[in-house]
T-cell receptor, first 115, second 112 residues
Framework: DSGVTQTPKHLITATGQRVTLRCSPR?????VYWYQQSLDQGLQFLIQ???????AKGNILERFSAQQFPDLHSELNLSSLELGDSALYFC??????????????FGEGSRLTVL | GENVEQHPSTLSVQEGDSAVIKCTYS??????FPWYKQELGKGPQLIID?????GEKKDQRIAVTLNKTAKHFSLHITETQPEDSAVYFC???????????FGPGTRLSVLP
């Protein structure tokens, strides 16, 4: 158990809909990362937050947004969903504090299926 | 930006044999290179990492080597066991852990 909790584990929805994925980082970790893993694909970096502030942005679509709340949990919002958004979405946390993050601790992922 | 390539995409070995996975990176500013193992239905988990000031690091049956000049690093697993079967991802980052870029992954199958 990595200590990172993601909900829901599975989600099935229709095209055009909006969903929210939630992540609770490890206790004490200030940094949260979101990754997308499509079928047989690698881990595509979406966005990173540190202590409530956006720190880095990857290939995140404009239809997607995220935030990190004062209690450090994070939410990834996916809107106007398309079939191609079906993927496994991972959240990871690290003790990153502006210097080296070292190890990323991944949750078990939220599997999104768009029909 | 950084680009990480990884080979092979799939690898099958007999139990007890060695397995080697190779990665190359493009940005000479990268200085931290972790390897993650993803088992079926789980999130990736760090198994070993190496910093740019070190050429080799070993942890029991797992070792990682880094060639900064050639910008490539490799994962070596000796005496493979069925529980080593998983997808392995290499990654490169700057500032020892910022802006991780992952390779596409290698699916390792260890045949009994």
């Amino acid at each position: 158990d990595s200590g990172v909790t993601q909900t829901p584990k599975h989600l099935i929805t229709a095209t055009g809909q909006r969903v929210t994925l939630r992540c609770s980082p490890r206790s004490g970790d200030l940094s949260v990362y979101w990754y997308q893993q499509s079928l047989d694909q690698g881990l595509q970096f979406l966005i990173q937050y540190y202590n409530g502030e956006e720190r880095a942005k990857g290939n995140i679509l404009e239809r997607f947004s995220a935030q990190q709340f004062p209690d450090l949990h994070s939410e990834l919002n996916l809107s106007s969903l398309e079939l191609g958004d079906s993927a496994l979405y991972f959240c990871a946390s690290s003790p990153y504090r502006g210097g080296g993050a070292g190890e990323l601790f991944f949750g078990e992922g939220s599997r999104l299926t768009v029909l | 930006g950084e680009n990480v390539e990884q080979h092979p995409s799939t690898l099958s070995v007999q139990e007890g044999d060695s397995a080697v996975i190779k990665c190359t990176y493009s940005d000479s500013a990268s200085n931290y290179f972790p390897w993650y193992k993803q088992e079926l239905g789980k999130g990736p988990q760090l198994i070993i990492d190496i910093r740019s000031n070190v050429g080799e690091k070993k942890d029991q049956r797992i070792a990682v080597t880094l060639n900064k000049t050639a910008k490539h690093f490799s994962l070596h697993i000796t005496e493979t066991q069925p529980e080593d079967s998983a997808v392995y991802f290499c990654a490169a980052s700057m500032n020892y852990g910022q802006n991780f870029v992952f390779g596409p992954g290698t699916r390792l199958s260890v045949l009994p």
